[in-house]
């Protein structure tokens, strides 16, 4: 018969020592940290003495290999097919390793900040949720625990959706590394409906007047915390003027370094496809206003406290503009940040400026833009006018006669 035991590798996720080991029993005593280090048989077999590797690190997997070498009589055999192999059994690869190798990946894509961000949070979340299942290697995970997985989210269902996207694309990221044997996500489906767009709500000019009047009524400094700087009124609003001239995302202005990205009157937005520095511009007045803001807080204009970490200020953001939007009364539209940028967009294209160029200035493409401001596209409102002008020029008169 042959013994299992765990022999714990260099790197141990438990921080064991190196080639200690550790049995069964063991490790299901209260409180035992896992691991993913391979468990290895030893005993003797057609009257030789053997030790070897499984190849795995389950218990119960490791078991059902040494029941095919004591049925076989020689640890020369693999469970899978019972053929003879030379070659020592591949470490199995944890889920912290296939993880970090996505992540490691994604991020050497040079994808925005903000994406990568969504695919850490993901990462975590997956961790979360092997770790209560109690799995350790990427071999453990199941078509149910993806089922299950999926089931937990709490999102809304455009969430759910891209969500779903990053699954099975780490799923594919480790099949096509042979992490594992099949695409264990593949039959999943987006919840029905996620594929409509959202609506794209552009502040009102009269909602935006509202904003501001509400920016005025917050009146002077307000603590904010120990090591935070008082802020007002007029510090929000220079933070939605900004917003709304330049279109940047609450993360951008909330880290806004006016050092780096204002030249003159041209404020930085981002590098264009082209490898070329695109940019937009601001007028003389709110130029102004920023540079006091600078000579006031320094470069990094729109930092409260001490933390320059990104999510953590433009949360700090969302909240003093969450105040300013209830100071202003009720909206048609839920009011959030983002908004502003829509109003970038809707002011744009109410001036006649081309789809191409907005979409340029927002980083996106012009189907995307006339599919979510198509209202206020007014290159399309003039087509259209002058269609239905061509159409029922040669027409005669339709005189309605009134009922009798």
């Known amino acids: 018969m042959l013994s299992l035991y765990r022999r714990h590798r260099k790197y141990c996720e438990a921080e064991r020592p190196e080639e200690s080991r550790s049995g ?8 035992w940290k896992r691991c993913a280090c391979l468990i290895f048989a030893s005993g003797t077999l057609g009257g030789k003495f053997s030790r070897k590797c499984t190849g795995k690190a389950d218990w119960a997997e490791a078991k059902a290999v040494t029941d095919a070498w004591e049925r076989a009589g020689t640890c020369a055999y693999r469970l899978e097919e019972y053929r003879l192999i ?6 199995a690869t944890t889920i912290h390793e296939a993880t970090e190798a996505f992540l490691a990946n994604r991020k050497h894509r040079g994808i925005e900040v903000a994406t990568l961000s969504k695919y850490q949070t993901f990462v975590k979340q997956l961790r979360a949720y092997t770790e209560l299942q109690g799995y350790v290697v990427m071999s453990q995970l199941t078509v149910a625990d993806m089922d299950r997985f999926y089931a937990s989210w709490k999102d809304d269902k455009r969430a759910r959706a891209k969500k779903l996207e990053r699954l099975k694309g780490f799923v594919a990221f ?5 992490w594992l044997d099949e695409h264990i996500a593949e039959d999943l489906r987006a919840p029905e409906g996620s594929s409509i767009p959202a609506n794209r709500t552009p502040f009102t ?4 007047m509202r904003i501001y009047a509400a920016c005025d009524a917050l009146g002077g400094p307000t603590p904010w915390g120990p090591g935070y700087r008082e802020w007002s ?3 929000v609003k220079d933070f939605i003027m900004l917003s709304v001239y330049t279109g940047l995302r609450i993360s951008d202005v909330a880290t806004f370094d006016i050092s780096k990205r204002l030249h003159g009157n041209d404020v930085f937005l981002r590098m264009h496809k082209t490898k070329k520095e695109l940019y937009t511009w601001i007028p003389d007045w709110l130029v102004a206003r920023l540079k006091a803001r600078e000579k006031k807080h320094g470069a990094v204009i729109f930092r409260c406290g001490t933390s320059n970490v990104m999510r953590t200020m433009s949360e700090t953001w969302r909240v003093k503009v969450g105040k300013v939007f209830a100071f202003a009364g009720a909206f048609e539209e839920k009011p959030v940040p983002h908004r502003f940028r829509h109003t970038f967009v809707r002011i744009l294209l109410e001036k006649g400026v081309g789809v191409a160029d907005v979409a340029e200035l927002i980083g996106d493409t012009e189907e995307v833009v006339r599919r979510h401001y198509s209202k206020w596209v ?3 409102q003039m087509r259209l006018t002058r269609i239905l002008k061509e159409a029922f020029e040669e027409k005669p008169k339709l005189v309605v006669m009134p009922s009798r």
């Open 24 to 31: 069964e029993f063991e490790e299901r005593k209260k409180g």
């Open 174 to 178: 480790c099949v096509k590394r042979k």
């Open 233 to 235: 009124g007029e510090d």
């Open 378 to 380: 007014r290159e399309r």
């Open 205 to 208: 000019d009269a909602e935006m």
């Open 86 to 91: 030379d070659e020592p059994p591949a470490r």
